[in-house]
């Protein structure tokens, strides 16, 4: 009798005891999740690239001495010199926030070329343009991957100048370097970790310029004022060195 009373009273102390025993093993201590981490595209750093596109230079000729003789202003007329480009660009680029601050050099061959007719003389006036150089200023504003920006500085272009019969031969040429201004506008997309690809369109501002021809013989045949500027639409990939991206909380 003794030993049912002893089992009897340890089951209700057992039963007791199990819901303080349940409570303890499902408490669980709270640990606060981790913060997302937003990978954010870096544009700093130093680039080098290439490009390719195509041409237009805008140049209209005016007569201002014939032989060295004060002539006019007589003008003989305006041609457009198309072609296609191919070149390439290096540059640095630094972030600040959303805002992409930058310089870059680019130096690039050409063949645009075209004609007129003079006005003037019994000639056809051809301009070639040769090469032309880029020495500009950026500012973008990029949304992660995405870059569009601004750029204005100085351009550079290696010109040929000939007057030709209608049969195609030489009377007289001139050939320059002339230097301007440049503005432009471009979209690039970074579409790998160190890799982007851009389209860009540049205005350059090449002024006016006085340029004395000569005969194959060396003669001064006339001197001209070629009023000149281009635009330029090119595409652009570019590599940049360093980290690609940073965390943001």
């Not at 003389?121 to 601004?150: C, E, H, M, P, S």
């Not at 040929?160 to 320059?176: F, H, I, M, Q």
């Amino acid at each position: 009798m003794k030993k049912v009373l002893l089992l009897t009273a340890s089951l209700i102390a057992l039963s007791a005891t199990a819901p303080a025993f349940a409570a303890d093993l499902a408490a669980r201590p709270y640990t606060k999740a981790p913060a997302m981490i937003a990978t954010v595209y870096d544009w700093s750093g130093f680039y080098i690239g290439a490009n390719g596109g195509w041409g237009s230079s805008h140049n209209s000729w005016t007569t201002t001495a014939i032989g060295g003789v004060p002539f006019g202003p007589a003008g003989e007329g305006s041609h457009d010199s198309t072609g296609g480009t191919v070149g390439g660009q290096v540059g640095y680029r630094w972030q600040s926030g959303n805002f992409v601050f930058g310089l870059e050099a680019q130096g690039n061959w050409a063949d645009f070329s075209g004609s007129n007719t003079s006005a003037v003389f019994l000639l056809n006036n051809r301009t070639k343009l040769d090469a032309f150089g880029l020495f500009t200023g950026q500012i973008g504003y990029a949304w992660n991957t995405t870059l569009l920006y601004v750029k204005g500085g100085a351009a550079v272009t290696d010109n040929s100048y000939k007057g030709l019969t209608a049969g195609g031969a030489l009377v007289d040429s001139a050939s320059d370097t002339r230097w301007g201004g440049a503005v432009g506008v471009g979209l690039e997309y970074a579409f790998a970790p160190n890799w982007s690809a851009a389209v860009e369109y540049d205005h350059l501002f090449m002024g006016t310029q006085n340029y004395t021809l000569v005969t194959p013989a060396g003669v001064n045949s006339r001197n001209v004022d070629v009023k000149q500027d281009a635009d330029l639409v090119t595409v652009r990939l570019n590599y940049k060195f360093g980290g690609p991206i940073v965390a943001r909380y």
